[in-house]
């Protein structure tokens, strides 16, 4: 039967593993792993302020990185998918590098 101490140190090992697993963002906004979103479809934002929103402030997005679109298939941009699809806390991811976008359906 495991002692106190040994359940302890399991609890703590467990803890330390969940904190390396966590990848801050550059908007200090947190994902576990790297680029694992799987499958979404993005959706370019063309101007900051679209659909009744300003897409351009850093603590909206979920993920800021380069590498952004590992995962995703690139769809119709913002103004073709329609506003009227947008939803409540709908992700919203950016392109660290090339600056992009992208709404996340």
């Known amino acids: 039967r495991p002692t106190q101490h040994v359940c302890l140190a399991f609890a703590m090992a467990m803890w330390a593993l969940w904190h390396l697993l966590l990848a801050q963002t550059s908007n200090g906004n947190t994902m576990i792993g790297e680029d694992r979103h799987g499958g979404g479809i993005?959706?370019?934002?063309?101007?900051?302020?679209?659909c009744g929103q300003d897409f351009?402030?850093?603590?909206?997005?979920?993920?800021?990185?380069?590498?952004v679109e590992n995962g995703f298939e690139v769809g119709a941009s913002l103004s073709l998918w329609g506003c009227e699809r947008l939803i409540s806390g709908q992700m919203v991811v950016h392109n660290s590098l090339s600056n992009a976008i992208y709404v996340v359906e």
Do not use: G, K, T, Y
Not at 42 to 50: N, T, Y
Not at 56 to 67: E, F, L, V
């Open 42 to 50: 993005l959706h370019h934002v063309e101007e900051c302020w679209q």
């Open 56 to 67: 351009c402030r850093a603590d909206i997005w979920r993920r800021s990185s380069p590498a």
